[in-house]
């Protein structure tokens, strides 16, 4: 008798408030392949308002065409200025809004945790994991491959390799409300 293979669709998100990557992976298995990527471009609007409800569109369009099973998102480096961080922390708080609404289970991965699933190196560059990444899920991109999409699409893959490993999960947000009744305002 035949096992049946486990599927999963996972939806990688690189965040950004100039382009936001985002990668569609399926995992049959142990095997990968690629379903969809790329990048929202939000250099075009002024208003960081704005570009906040074009990515709450972008990623629930997304959800709602492939219907992820799963979303993995890099975590926000932290680094001198504080209003850009707490500007990218504002998208991808906004890009997992759109899938704990839909109770999606989000998962945040440290960029070294990354690179090192994707290249083996915490340290590797953009341009390693992109090619990895081809060599990995079987595409090729040209010369202005979009960078910020195969980090979303590294994040993905990232995502698969820690199957019932002990991650940092967010859970739904109802599996949320459940755990924490508490929290939850009696009006």
Known sequence: MRQKVEEKLILGIDPGT?????GLILVKG????????????????????????KIHERITHLIE????????LEAPFVGQNIQSALKLGRAQGVAMSAALIRDI???EYAPK???AAVTGNGNASKEQVAHMLM???KF?????????ATDALG??????????????????????????????SKK
């Not at 999960?169 to 929290?183: G, H, I, M, Y």
């Open 113 to 115: 945790k990354v690179k």
């Open 155 to 184: 994040v993905a893959v990232c995502h698969s390799y820690q199957k019932g490993q002990n991650v940092s999960t967010k859970k739904s947000w109802s599996a949320f409300l459940k755990e924490n009744p508490d929290r939850l």
């Open 140 to 148: 090729k991109v040209e010369d202005n491959v979009l960078l910020d």
């Open 105 to 107: 289970p989000i998962t």
């Open 30 to 53: 142990q095997k990968l392949s690629l379903v969809q990527y790329g990048v929202i471009h939000l250099k075009k609007y002024a208003n960081h308002a704005i570009k906040l409800r």
């Open 18 to 22: 100039q382009e936001m990557g985002y």
């Open 135 to 137: 060599k990995l899920l």
């Open 65 to 72: 065409e492939y219907g992820p099973d799963e979303m993995a």
